[in-house]
């Protein structure tokens, strides 16, 4: 049986190349320009896994970069090491490696990597936020409650970062669609808000309440835009994960006293059709960027 560390991996590298055909081309480019006339960019990344945001992201931005990946998951950020170490040297980069650190160089370019294993809820406590430009975070708000996202939005204003949020989750339809698709997938999304420890997750309530906490702040620049996933009926491995996401999280709504009459059926029907390859999913996310009023 693969580990919960191997499994978190094989889903976030599966998930890449949808995360990259989905990321909203306005959004990208707005950040880009906003950091036109940077000489070298410094950004942080939280929540990091196993470094796809950088591997993305990296290769956009022209000018020397120093980053920060903040990832809680100790084994998901040896993977990153692992994986940047690869993506460099396949992109013609010299590699150094400095303890935590890695060391990018290729022509007049150096990247700069620090590999930091904590919260990014404590983030100060991790590094000094106003030595960096940005922060930047691939879907991780819709897991937060209001006050933890409340709370990095002071933390990111106060140290005047801009942000570079992406894939915050909004809905999801089937193709073609079931008569049920609706009530199991409200159900799931209300079990993404469900009590927990921290409180209740925002879910598809993120972008909302990001853009609102923005509006509330004089000094910023806002754009949010539409970011989807299409998962065709040839993806076979990607659909799979969803299924059994859902199929966990609505077990776990029935253990609670929420009906399950009828979710086995459902279920099936779409493992058939997953077997078939009939089945097609759009899972609707929304970017993000928003940056201080620009001084030179």
Same mark, same amino acid.
């Given at each position: ?10 889903? +976030?590298? &599966? ?37 796809? %945001? ?20 100790? %084994? ?20 150094? &490696? ?63 970062? @801009?942000? +570079? ?22 159900? *799931? ?20 309440? +990001?853009?609102?906490? *923005? ?31 859902? &199929? ?30 009939? +089945? ?10 928003? @940056? ?5």
């Amino acid at each position: 049986m693969p580990t919960d560390t191997q499994f978190a991996t094989d889903w +976030l590298e &599966e998930r890449y190349r949808f995360d990259v055909a989905a990321r909203n081309p306005k959004v990208e480019a707005a950040c880009l320009q906003y950091f036109a006339q940077h000489p070298s960019v410094s950004i942080i990344d939280i929540g990091a896994g196993t470094g796809a %945001n950088f591997i993305y992201l990296s290769e956009k931005f022209p000018q020397s970069q120093q980053w920060a990946l903040v990832e809680l998951n100790p %084994n998901l950020l040896k993977r990153a090491r692992e994986r940047l170490k690869i993506w460099a040297a396949a992109k013609g980069y010299g590699v150094q &490696e400095n303890g935590q650190n890695l060391d990018f160089r290729r022509n007049d370019q150096h990247i700069q990597v620090q590999l930091l294993q904590g919260s990014f809820l404590e983030l100060p406590q991790l590094l000094q936020p106003d030595r960096y430009h940005m922060v930047t975070a691939s879907a991780v708000f819709d897991l937060l409650s209001g006050q933890m996202l409340s709370d990095l939005v002071q933390t990111f204003h106060q140290n005047r970062l @801009a942000l +570079l949020t992406t894939l915050n989750y909004e809905s999801m339809a089937y193709l073609p669609a079931d008569a049920e698709d609706d009530h199991w997938i409200r159900l *799931y999304e209300t079990h993404m808000q469900r009590e927990q420890d921290f409180g209740k997750a925002l879910g598809p309530r993120c972008s909302d309440f +990001l853009e609102k906490e *923005y509006a509330q702040l004089p000094t910023a620049q806002m754009l949010r835009a539409p970011s989807r996933w299409q998962i065709e009926p040839a993806d076979t491995f990607m659909h799979g994960h969803m299924l059994q996401f859902l &199929e966990q999280s609505l077990l776990e709504m029935k253990s609670m006293g929420h009906s399950g009459k009828g979710l086995d059926a459902w279920l099936q029907r779409k493992k058939v059709q997953l077997q078939s390859q009939q +089945l097609r999913l759009s899972v609707a996310h929304s970017d993000f960027f928003t @940056a201080p009023v620009y001084e030179g």
